[in-house]
Nanobody, 124 residues
Framework: QVQLVESGGGLVQPGGSLRLSCAAS????????TAWFRRAPGKEREGLSC????????YSTDFATGRFTISRDNAKNLLFLQINSLKPEDTAVYYC?????????????????WGQGTQVTVSS
């Protein structure tokens, strides 16, 4: 049974950092495209990044600046999203998702297995 469980969210002051985790079970994370999404209040869910076999696809310019980074622990079947210099506009529910396919996509409709999400709130 495919399961994704996110954790690591919370209330953080602007400028702070968080490392979000996605624990995968029922499949080997490294073998399939697994993505990070977020849904901010009043907005549609947006794709942030996707990784498969160590190949990273990014859909947010925050990766280019280094504010967002992705890492994995293949031995524990974990995926991480590190967010630095948090801004109020990062406030959102963050999700990981997979569709047990080898190809990454930035589109929500391409994924059918989702975690419950972890809330990140950035506020002073």
């Amino acid at each position: 049974q495919v399961q994704l469980v996110e954790s690591g969210g919370g209330l953080v002051q602007p400028g702070g950092s968080l490392r979000l985790s996605c624990a995968a079970s029922g499949f080997t994370l490294d073998n399939y495209a697994t993505a990070w999404f977020r849904r901010a209040p009043g907005k549609e869910r947006e794709g942030l990044s996707c990784i498969k076999s160590g190949i990273l696809s990014t859909y947010s310019t925050d990766f280019a600046t280094g504010r967002f980074t992705i890492s994995r622990d293949n031995a524990k079947n974990l995926l991480f999203l590190q967010i630095n210099s948090l801004k109020p506009e990062d406030t959102a529910v963050y999700y990981c998702a997979t569709d047990l396919r080898p190809r990454c996509s930035r589109y929500e409709r391409e994924y059918h297995f989702w975690g419950q999400g972890t809330q990140v709130t950035v506020s002073s």
